[in-house]
């Protein structure tokens, strides 16, 4: 069965103090592994989209990667303003036309001034 | 980037009753989903909202209890119908095939924030 798992499922860092988040999946044939931001009372707000093992990918102060069983977050001098939920989630399936999307439950991240 | 738009916003229901909400884009798009998310749990897909024919639920989803509508390439509409406080949940819908974007990332909309007593 294709799963996803978030860890941790809470982070509380302090403001420039850098870390990563995990994504560890298990599908057959992943076809794309995509990365949320979510704040409070808000949809998701797309952040990446990798596809092939050693992909990396950066937007300001985040950076993902992706290897054949998991992919990283990685914030780097995070800011108050980069506290939310960050959601991971793959597309799978071999050949065919499918855009269905399986989440984690996901890392809430506070971060502190 | 276009914009996506859920009605309404939240609201709060009596159980037995049915909840219709709307989600229209602001440009075409290839395909429409709705998701739900329950307290403390992962967006879960409900089905796929096909324009012109019936939608494609996903194990556990059922025509009778979501019935879904998307009469062009901007709007669409999924109705709670007769709920119970289990409904309780974010209702999201997302999108397909914006121009100019890649034709695999799914954008949500705002959210329903559905509380059912």
């Known amino acids: 069965e294709d799963q996803v798992t978030q860890s941790p499922e809470a982070l509380r860092l302090q403001e420039g103090e850098s870390s990563s988040l995990n994504c560890s999946y298990t599908v057959s044939g992943l076809r794309g592994l995509f990365w949320y931001r979510q704040d409070p009372g808000k949809g998701p707000e797309f952040l990446f989209t990798l596809y092939s093992a050693g992909e990396e990918k950066e937007k300001e102060r985040l950076k993902a990667t992706l290897t054949k069983k998991e992919s990283f977050l990685h914030i780097t001098a995070p800011k108050p303003e980069d506290s939310a939920t960050y959601l991971c989630a793959v597309q799978a399936g071999y050949g065919g036309a499918t855009n269905k999307l399986i989440f984690g439950t996901g890392t809430l991240l506070a971060v502190q001034p | 980037s276009a914009v996506i738009s859920q009605k309404p916003s939240r609201d709060i229901c009596q159980r037995g009753t049915s909840l219709t909400i709307q989600c229209q884009v602001d440009s075409q798009v290839t395909m429409m989903f709705w998701y739900r998310q329950q307290p403390g749990q992962s967006l879960t897909l409900i089905a796929t909202a096909n324009q012109g024919s019936e939608a494609t639920y996903e194990s556990g989803f059922v025509i009778d209890k979501f019935p879904i509508s998307r009469p062009n390439l901007t709007f669409s509409t999924l109705t709670v119908s007769n709920m119970s406080p289990e409904d309780s949940s974010i209702y999201l819908c997302?999108?397909?095939?914006?121009?100019?974007?890649?034709?695999?990332?799914?954008?949500f909309g705002p959210g329903t924030r559905l509380t059912v007593l």
């Open positions: 997302s999108v397909v095939g914006l121009a100019g974007v890649g034709t695999d990332t799914q954008y």
